[in-house]
Antibody
């Protein structure tokens, strides 16, 4: 069974950046894609983007273009999500999930709460 | 505004069946074979319950089933149980290599 373990919660000021990690226990890390999804308080799921560790191919939601960077480090089986120029409405739980969306996202990490506060 | 439209809420009594619809309003999504559904209990992590329109991951109850007709996908939960009370999200992979989620449906078991 594959597990995804994310880094801990963060509190950031407006304008700052945050980088969240997602470590996979999968031995097929290179053949998996990883997707990032966020959920604002009381709101639904929002797709942010996906990354393929083998090809470094990335796809981003248009609203995050220019301030979202998804990367992977294959030596540590870890995916990263970096979001820049944080605003108050970026306060959300950020999830990583295995898969690029073609055949479902499974499993999911435990989520990382990012709070943007002055 | 999501290109996948779900009812905000549905309800049913224990033992009954309920169906949650997910309608595509974007041509990039309509007719997609890459529709998945997620169950999320309050304060918990989303869980994949249906992928590829109608396939169930190992360990997911066969009370959950998925289907699609044209541009509308559906999730049916039969033999409703109180444990099924949760939020449900549809999801589709698009022709432009992006992913869309529906707005979510809150299921109440009366």
């Amino acid at each position: 069974q594959v597990y995804l373990v994310q880094s801990g919660g963060e509190v950031k000021k407006p304008g700052a950046s945050v980088k969240v990690s997602c470590k996979s226990s999968s031995y097929t890390f290179l053949s998996d894609s990883f997707t990032w999804v966020r959920q604002a308080p009381g709101q639904g799921l929002e797709w942010m983007g996906s990354v393929n560790p083998y090809s470094d191919d990335t796809h981003y939601a248009q609203k995050f273009q220019g301030r979202l960077t998804l990367t992977t480090v294959t030596s540590t089986n870890t995916a990263y999500m970096e979001l820049e120029r944080l605003q108050f409405d970026d306060t959300a739980i950020y999830y990583c999930a295995r898969g690029g969306g073609l055949n479902g996202l499974d499993p999911w990490g435990q989520g990382t709460l990012v709070t943007v506060s002055s | 505004q999501s290109a996948l439209t779900q009812p905000a809420s549905v309800s049913g009594s224990p033992g009954q069946a309920v169906t949650i619809s997910c309608s595509a309003t974007n041509s990039d999504v309509g007719g997609s074979d890459s529709v998945s559904w997620y169950q999320q209990h309050p304060g918990k992590v989303p869980k994949l319950i249906i992928f590829d329109v109608s396939s169930r991951p190992s360990g997911v109850s066969n009370r959950f089933s998925g289907s699609r007709s044209g541009d509308t996908a559906s999730l049916t939960i039969s033999g409703l149980q109180t444990v099924d009370e949760a939020d449900y999200y549809c999801c589709s992979y698009t022709r432009t290599n992006t992913v869309l989620f529906g707005g979510g449906t809150k299921l109440t078991v009366l």
